[in-house]
């Protein structure tokens, strides 16, 4: 992906590039197909280009319309360009995204965002107003974080580009926290103190006057218009096979990180009859998948079935054989690091063979079509012998048992007064800080939030809602499109993509019945496209012994750090209490908790990337 970089100062007419030239040099990896800055009164602008697409080079960013008296940087692929194009009144498009985005804000303004589909982030300068103006798209996908800075602004792409670009930068303790206990916190919050992320959605505007959030450029609706009977499987298949489209248009290979599971493996098998329609039009697709030979992890029947239904090169190592990960976090940005050395991630190796610019993933179809709300739809209308077919006649595509989600969708059904009864009965014990929290995070040590009513009347509706505004999701894409974008790849999710996702959620929740078997949905959207095998499966695999072992296999590692005299962590992690954690995995070995395996790996994660920040 492209990089962006703006300063902003509305006391000096004549402003400093420097700050914008540190951002972009920063990250190198974004521009590999060269960096260009223009000064204009109040404001410097920067781009360092990674194009993909022919749109994405037909023109030198950044854009100044002197009319208009606005300019423009933008990492964008605008889907609906033509639709755009007609409501601006013009004939055709123009043949940059870019372009097309300034005509839409000298017309629009800050408006203009919620007519957008596509992955986006842009900004604007409005050199008449002195007005800043920058958004990013729905689904998370291309990033923007900013500071203040004297008496103005910075924004990038990157936490790291904003970090050299100067100014003292604190660790917020808070996201410390959340990272520790694998939670996310608030949208904006990023691990520095005055670093704020810009919600997915989301518009900002600058001013003299300060820095304003508009909030969310187009809202989901609480209660969507549902779809014709009858559609609801057919439209969902358009929409995917149009969003799969969509993110394989690339001047060269894309590569897909293929599983073995339901999503990645669909995604094979539509891209699959994409090319079959148009084998000349399309960029080449290569295949990247690891086998976990031994481990209940090991998806390779079904990655077999995949592979003998496409015609695309399929680049497979074993995970078990692997060498062990560094513990050594590379970006400023977070201390999050995968321990797995030889999963998913190895992909990105596989794509810079390739000579490929383009990653895609099927993250982000567990939270789009996981149909778990609709159990608890069914207890909360009493339809209590249908939720006992769907949870105990066979057990469903989930790792929870029958039982299990028999009970907790009747929990969640229960009216209030007998869970207040219940907690009276049975008061839930407190929840206590793991030993090795330091004290600054210990101060920190929360309650749990309260239970907030749903706004929407079906649970599996508000779920498939709550994509537009879950950190959970937006944070694992972030880490993982930040990784990608540094070994020089821009991240594609098929299944984000918002037209996809308003479908889904328009659907009624009593037409998302699973029928005993999870994501029904994608299996009858993809009837005829893909193997029998997948359209069967009911196994689901974790990679929980996978990751336990692969952590047994870097205590070696990660023996030094926590060993030595040396503890920049002291505020957040007790030192002695992470030495006893690392002696009992030691000791342990091959029969320690999965759990314990990542609470080690994430402390000695947050130490060396604490030392990388000392530094």
Not at 406 to 435: C, H, K, N
Request: hydrophobic share 45%; glycine share 8%; net charge positive.
């Amino acid at each position: 992906m492209s990089g962006l970089a703006i300063a902003v100062d509305f006391g000096r007419p004549d402003p400093d590039p420097g700050p914008v030239r540190r951002m972009l040099a920063a990250m190198p990896h974004r521009s590999p197909d060269g960096a260009s800055l223009a000064v204009a009164p109040h404001a410097v602008l920067g781009l360092g280009l990674r194009a993909t697409t022919a749109r994405e080079r037909a023109a030198a960013q950044p854009l100044h319309d002197l009319d208009a008296g606005l300019w423009i940087v933008a990492d964008a692929r605008i889907d609906n360009r033509e639709e755009v194009a007609r409501a601006l009144g013009l004939a055709a498009p123009p043949e940059s995204d870019a372009s097309l985005l300034l005509l839409g804000l000298a017309r629009l303004g800050a408006a203009l965002a919620s007519r957008l589909e596509g992955d986006f982030a842009y900004a604007a300068w409005d050199e008449r107003r002195r007005v800043l103006t920058a958004s990013r798209d729905a689904m998370g996908l291309r990033p923007l974080f900013w500071r203040a800075a004297g008496n103005g602004i910075l924004l990038a792409s990157e936490v790291d580009a904003l970090l050299e670009a100067g100014g003292e930068a604190e660790v917020e303790p808070a996201a410390v926290l959340d990272f520790l206990l694998h939670r996310t916190g608030p949208a904006a919050q990023t691990f520095f103190r005055g670093i704020e992320r810009l919600p997915p959605g989301h518009v900002l505007e600058a001013g003299p006057s300060g820095v304003r959030d508009l909030g969310h450029a187009r809202p989901p609706p609480l209660r969507p218009a549902p779809p014709p009977r009858g559609e609801e499987v057919p439209g969902f298949r358009r929409r995917l096979r149009a969003s799969v489209s969509a993110r394989l248009e690339s001047e060269g290979p894309a590569v897909l990180a293929l599983s073995g599971g339901l999503d990645s493996g669909a995604i094979a098998c539509m891209a699959e009859d994409l090319h079959r329609e148009d084998p000349n039009g399309r960029a080449p697709l290569v295949l990247a998948s690891a086998v976990f030979k031994g481990f209940p992890a090991d998806d390779s029947q079904y990655l077999g079935a995949v592979l003998a239904r496409v015609r695309f090169r399929c680049e497979r190592w074993d995970g078990s054989v692997a060498e062990p990960a560094t513990p050594d976090p590379f970006p400023l940005a977070h201390p999050v690091r995968d321990p797995m050395s030889g999963g998913a991630l190895r992909a990105l190796e596989v794509a810079r063979a390739a000579k490929s610019r383009v990653l895609l993933m099927g993250l982000g179809g567990d939270d789009l079509l996981y149909e778990g709300g609709v159990l608890e739809d069914l207890a909360r209308r009493g339809r209590l012998l249908a939720l006992a077919r769907e949870t105990l006649r066979r057990r469903p595509y989930t790792v929870t048992p029958g039982p299990r989600l028999l009970s907790d969708a009747l929990r969640s059904a229960a009216p209030s007064w007998v869970r207040r009864a219940f907690r009276a009965l049975l008061p839930r014990r407190p929840s206590r800080p793991p030993p090795w929290l330091g004290p600054a995070l210990r101060a920190l040590w929360p309650r749990p939030d309260p239970p907030r009513p749903d706004p929407i009347p079906s649970r599996v509706q508000a779920d498939v809602r709550s994509l537009f505004s879950s950190m959970d999701l937006f944070f694992a894409v972030e880490v993982t499109e930040l990784a990608a974008a540094r070994a020089g790849l821009q991240l594609r999710l098929p299944f984000l993509d918002r037209p996809l996702v308003e479908w889904v959620l328009a659907i009624p929740w009593d037409q998302r019945r699973p029928h005993g078997l999870m994501k029904r949905l994608l299996r009858d959207a993809m009837a005829g496209l893909w193997p029998e095998a997948l359209a069967r499966r009911r196994k689901v695999t974790l990679a929980n012994e996978y990751f336990a072992w692969s952590v047994l296999r870097a205590l070696p590692l990660l023996a030094p750090t926590v060993e030595g005299l040396r503890w920049e962590s002291a505020r957040y992690i007790d030192h002695e209490q992470a030495r006893r954690l690392l002696a009992s995995m030691c000791a342990d070995g091959a029969a320690a908790k999965w759990r314990n395996s990542m609470e080690l790996w994430d402390i000695v994660a947050l130490e060396q990337w604490l030392r990388i920040l000392r530094r």
